[in-house]
């Protein structure tokens, strides 16, 4: 019943060290996607997944890693944080190849990420 | 490439006043449309969607959508507001070039005063 979950929900880190964000979906949707969101930019999306192991660059990846080695989880990684990655970042998932096949996104409750 | 606009990024109503939240897209193609909720401190949560069928599109909590595809508008509105509808409110389209994305307006936060 939980749908999709990220975690941690906020986190403090310091310039220069590597985080990652985990997140997961127990509907087996084949599509995830890692948004942040900053104030005046609205959603802008970082990387996408279609399938295990098939993983492509968004709006702005710069800076960020993904993988996705099993459908269920999609972890982010920060390989070395910069202040102007502080932002909320924001994981969906979709079922674009069952389902209504609409693109419908449903999203996890987000992690509050402070890089000082 | 396809875009979404959210005109105002501040909407103020009274309590019992209409809501309207107004969403343009640009597509020659007609695409699927959202709308999406965020509470405070919450994940986007979807209100309704227009997925070619019926042009007015019914969502949670009272809320409706009317695709107008000679205006390329997708206005959200609400008859009545509710204290408890103060949010910010996503306008989203799917991506004409990759229709596995979708594509989101900057947001509308929607103040309801008593």
């Known amino acids: 019943d939980a749908g999709i979950t990220q975690s941690p929900r906020y986190k403090i880190t310091e310039t220069g060290r590597q985080v990652t964000l985990m997140c997961h979906q127990t509907w087996s949707h084949s599509y995830m996607f890692w948004y942040r969101q900053d104030l005046g930019h609205g959603l802008r999306l970082i990387y996408y997944s279609a399938a295990a192991d098939i993983t492509d660059k968004g709006e702005v990846p710069d800076g960020y890693v993904v993988s996705r080695s099993k459908t269920e989880n999609f972890p982010l990684t920060l390989e070395s944080a910069t202040r102007s990655q502080t932002s909320v970042y924001f994981c969906?998932?979709?079922?674009?190849?069952?389902?209504?096949?609409?693109?419908?996104?449903?999203f996890g409750p987000g992690t509050r990420l402070l890089v000082l | 490439a396809q875009s979404v606009t959210q005109l105002g990024s501040h909407v103020s109503v009274s309590e019992g006043a209409l809501v309207l939240l107004r969403c343009n897209y640009s597509?020659?193609?007609?695409?699927?449309l959202f709308w999406y909720v965020q509470y405070p401190n919450q994940g986007l949560q979807l209100l309704l969607k227009y997925t070619s069928a019926a042009t007015l599109v019914k969502g949670i909590n009272g809320f409706e959508a009317e695709f107008k595809k000679s205006e390329t508008s997708f206005h959200l509105t609400k008859p009545s507001a509710h204290m408890s509808d103060a949010a910010e409110y996503f306008c989203a389209v799917t991506s004409d070039r990759d229709t596995d994305k979708l594509i989101f307006g900057t947001g509308t936060r929607l103040q309801v005063f008593p």
């Open positions: 969906a998932s979709s079922d674009l190849e069952g389902g209504t096949g609409d693109g419908t996104q449903y």
């Open positions: 597509s020659s193609v007609p695409p699927y």
